[in-house]
């Protein structure tokens, strides 16, 4: 989810099934209070087809009464990360993923701005280490 929509993990955490419209998620984004609305990337389109819905909150505690909460949704993805060796990274790191997987595929800044909601200065540092590659990439046309 946090990949998949580009959001920090307080946003994912309170995203409930209704805010899913028009193959999008709309709510208001926590920490700025501007209301967003992201297009499901196809694999988390399927993800969440394939989810049992057994709250309102998309991603719900143990008991299905209300939302996972951040400790819960912390030690568990530190499950996985131990398990596949990724101890370095943290949930928010997801949130950078997103970024640079736009940059990595021509996004400009606006538009991961536009996902992210995120200010041109933070697009700029959370891309930063990959835009390089993204420029010696493109320039590869002007030298074939």
């Given at each position: 989810?946090?990949?998949g929509?580009?959001?920090?993990?307080?946003?994912?955490?309170?995203?409930?099934?209704?805010?899913?419209?028009?193959?999008g998620?709309?709510?208001?984004?926590?920490?700025?209070?501007?209301?967003?609305?992201?297009?499901?990337?196809?694999?988390?389109?399927?993800?969440?087809?394939?989810?049992?819905?057994r709250?309102?909150?998309?991603?719900?505690?143990?008991?299905?009464t209300?939302?996972w909460?951040?400790?819960?949704?912390?030690?568990?993805?530190?499950?996985?990360?131990?398990?596949?060796?990724?101890?370095?990274?943290?949930?928010h790191?997801?949130?950078?993923?997103?970024a640079?997987?736009?940059?990595?595929?021509?996004?400009?800044?606006?538009?991961?701005?536009?996902?992210?909601?995120?200010?041109?200065?933070?697009?700029?540092?959370?891309?930063?280490?990959?835009r390089?590659?993204?420029?010696?990439l493109?320039?590869?046309?002007?030298?074939?």
């Amino acid at each position: 989810m946090c990949i998949g929509t580009g959001q920090r993990i307080a946003d994912v955490l309170k995203m409930k099934w209704g805010d899913i419209q028009d193959s999008g998620i709309v709510l208001p984004q926590n920490k700025t209070k501007k209301d967003l609305r992201v297009p499901l990337t196809s694999h988390l389109s399927i993800a969440l087809s394939n989810t049992e819905k057994r709250s309102v909150f998309i991603l719900t505690n143990y008991r299905a009464t209300g939302p996972w909460s951040y400790p819960g949704a912390s030690d568990g993805v530190m499950k996985i990360r131990l398990q596949i060796g990724a101890e370095a990274y943290d949930i928010h790191a997801l949130r950078h993923t997103t970024a640079t997987e736009l940059c990595l595929a021509g996004a400009d800044d606006e538009t991961i701005a536009a996902v992210t909601l995120q200010s041109p200065q933070m697009v700029q540092h959370y891309t930063r280490t990959v835009r390089q590659k993204v420029h010696a990439l493109r320039s590869k046309d002007f030298r074939d």
